[in-house]
């Protein structure tokens, strides 16, 4: 299985920029897809963007192109999501999860998921 922590959130001010980090682990050789999605208190979940296991083949959802950039440290199994420019709309508990078939695009069904950190923006 693949386990997800994620970390990097926490209060900041509208206009700024937060990194979230995915830090994945597990007794598995296979490769996988990291996705990130948001959900805000009482919506539903949304997804930001994902990045095949090679780090180099991204995808977005329309709505996060400019702001957001995901990105991935391949030897340490990191997967970061850069947000920039935050507005009040961006609080929501942010997660990451894996792919085990290393898909890429709107549709892929996700295996593990992390439990997600908090990015709370004021204005």
């Known amino acids: 299985q693949v386990q997800l922590v994620e970390s990097g959130g926490g209060l900041v001010q509208a206009g700024g920029s937060l990194r979230l980090s995915c830090a994945a682990s597990?007794?598995?050789?296979?490769?996988?897809?990291t996705g990130w999605f948001r959900q805000p208190l009482g919506k539903n979940r949304e997804f930001v963007a994902a990045?095949?296991?090679?780090?180099?083949?991204?995808y977005y959802a329309h709505s996060m192109k400019g702001r957001f950039t995901i990105s991935k440290d391949v030897a340490k199994n990191i997967t970061y999501l850069q947000i920039d420019s935050l507005k009040p709309e961006d609080t929501a508990v942010y997660l990451c999860?894996?792919?085990?078939?290393?898909?890429?695009?709107?549709?892929?069904?996700?295996?593990?998921w992390g439990q997600g950190t908090q990015v709370n923006v004021s204005s």
């Open positions: 597990g007794r598995t050789f296979g490769t996988y897809t």
């Open positions: 999860a894996a792919d085990v078939h290393n898909g890429l695009g709107p549709f892929i069904v996700y295996d593990y």
């Open positions: 990045i095949k296991w090679s780090g180099v083949h991204t």
